[in-house]
């Protein structure tokens, strides 16, 4: 394995096109390839990139397996005495442990793999014990990056570092996490499975994704009883070799009383097998060299079906954002058109505006019958809304996503920006009155009141075939021309008035999805990744 400079380019291009996909929206598959981003961003960042970047670093064999299977038992045995803490009570391995020679220190002990976690050290005391954990000396910050713990010892062979993982089925979410992304991390796959729980389907899950992506895996059947190992080991290789994993090398330690308490050292006639395995793929050129590539291949192999996975996910919350736009939209739309219905047809002017429209100059002052007009207004606006509303309610009651991407129903908010923008629509149609009638002024010398003529203006814009007489009174005021002018810039104020009342509404639904950067480009810009690195490769 050489340092290929361009594939590594090419590859951190890939990494910041999968970390800026996001699956925001609750589709069928939108879980599943949350998990699968974070699952490669985490091979990429603790695995691929570093090992290309550093062939000739360490191996890191990854320990994993169930709660209870004695992973950390086994660790300790593997390298002579306790460096990670074992024990009945579950979940056991709290914080993940790297033990490598002191030769290899320098590897591990800054960013090179495991960006993420926090290195901690902690003098052992003693020659056989552990000191003080982290934990219970302060040293953890349950709010901040998670911890790992680096261990050294001259009885592991150059080359090799060993990582005690978190249970991958804790109940601790964020230990079941931190294994997935351990396990990520490796060059080589130790599952650590039980005589009682090797048919589980969490371990077979493992194995499954370790075939996946074509890893370099072991497998340890653990406390297995003389009286029934031969035929536990018949039936687990059978399994193995029915999942296409035949080949993987099998490992069995057999039940003894110091993996009764989960406290004590394995003899090392049990785990010498296993140990001298792990020293081969270390020392012998040819078989690390095999571990190392087997797995960096095998991840690289994967993005082949991972990445167009992860694109197709991300069309189908771009396709479901666009699917929510237009139902908003549309539903919007037709609420605008039927205000615009509404006032042609003179609806605006009922109730308490025609009224006041019929009591007016005489029983109706002209501040009366504005305000009258603006509530009328109001009050269609508020009902095409609410209709609107509806349509939608309706629409996304069949899509989960429009739970995520759609901002809930506000009537009682709703019905008060509406009223603001009738009453905003009326002051503006004040002041357009209000040049006109200066105008009037400046050219005529004398000019009606202009109270009165917004008054007017309101009722002929609102009052459909019903306001007829308010429009000729406006000619006989203002001249012929003037009224059309006057009107005219009427109608375009109320049109845009209505349109930013009901545009703001809509834009209020969908302020949720505008957030959440759903965008086509993430598609394309995965594919296109991809293709650059098949072209590389």
Not at 162 to 169: C, M, S, V
Not at 229 to 238: M, P
């Amino acid at each position: 394995m050489d340092v290929r400079p361009r594939l590594l380019d090419t590859l951190s291009a890939l990494r910041d096109r999968v970390d800026a996909a996001r699956f925001p929206l609750p589709l069928p598959g939108a879980a599943r390839a949350r998990r699968n981003r974070a699952e490669l961003l985490a091979q990429l960042d603790d695995y691929l990139v570093p090992r290309l970047r550093a062939p000739e670093a360490p191996l890191l064999a990854v320990v994993g397996g169930s709660t209870g299977a004695g992973k950390s038992t086994l660790v300790n045995s593997l390298v002579g005495r306790r460096v990670t803490e074992a024990g009945v009570l579950r979940p056991t391995t709290r914080m993940p442990v790297l033990v490598c020679h002191p030769d290899d220190h320098h590897w591990f002990a800054g960013q090179r793999v495991l960006p993420q976690l926090t290195r901690v050290w902690v003098p052992a005391q003693g020659d056989t014990g552990l000191g003080a954990y982290p934990e219970e000396v302060g040293g953890v910050d349950e709010g901040g990056p998670p911890p790992l713990r680096i261990e050294t010892d001259d009885a592991l062979p150059r080359g090799l570092a060993l990582l005690d993982a978190p249970d991958i089925d804790s109940l601790v979410t964020r230990n079941r996490e931190l294994a997935a992304e351990l396990v990520c991390a490796a060059d080589i796959w130790v599952l650590v499975t039980t005589a009682t729980r090797y048919a589980d389907a969490v371990p077979w899950h493992l194995l499954r994704t370790a075939k996946e992506y074509d890893a370099t895996l072991v497998t340890v059947l653990d406390r297995v009883p003389h009286q029934v190992a031969a035929e536990v080991s018949r039936r687990y290789a059978a399994l193995l070799s029915a999942a296409g994993l035949g080949d993987v090398p099998r490992f069995t330690i057999p039940e003894l009383p110091e993996s009764a308490s989960g406290s004590g050292l394995l003899p090392a006639t049990a785990v010498a097998a296993l140990r001298g395995w792990l020293t081969q793929c270390a020392q012998d050129p040819v078989a690390r060299g095999n571990a190392a590539h087997r797995t960096a291949s095998g991840v690289l192999a994967s993005l082949r079906s991972r990445m167009p996975a992860l694109a197709g996910a991300a069309a189908a919350q771009h396709a479901a954002a666009v699917r929510l736009i237009q139902s908003v939209e549309d539903a919007y739309g037709a609420a605008a058109e039927r205000v615009r219905r509404d006032i042609a047809a003179g609806a605006a002017l009922a109730g308490g505006a025609l009224t006041h429209w019929h009591g007016y100059p005489e029983d109706s002052t002209p501040d009366e019958l504005l305000t009258a007009l603006a509530d009328s207004l109001a009050t269609l606006l508020r009902s095409a809304a609410a209709a609107a509303d509806e349509q939608v309610a309706a629409a996304g009651g069949r899509d989960p996503a429009a739970r995520a991407g759609l901002a809930p129903r506000d009537p009682h908010g709703a019905a008060a920006r509406i009223d603001v923008a009738a009453r905003h629509w009326r002051r503006c149609l004040e002041q357009q009155v209000e040049v006109e009638v200066r105008q009037a002024r400046a050219e005529r010398g004398a000019a009606p009141d202009p109270d009165a003529t917004a008054a007017l203006l309101a009722v002929a814009l609102l009052g459909g075939r019903r306001a007829r007489t308010a429009g000729e009174t406006l000619a006989e005021r203002l001249g012929a021309h003037a009224a059309v002018r006057l009107c005219d810039d009427g109608r375009q104020l109320l049109g845009t008035c209505l349109g930013q009342a009901l545009d703001a509404e809509r834009d209020r639904r969908l302020a949720p999805l505008d957030a959440l950067d759903v965008s086509p480009e993430h598609q394309v810009r995965l594919i296109a990744a991809l293709s650059v690195l098949q072209k590389e490769r």
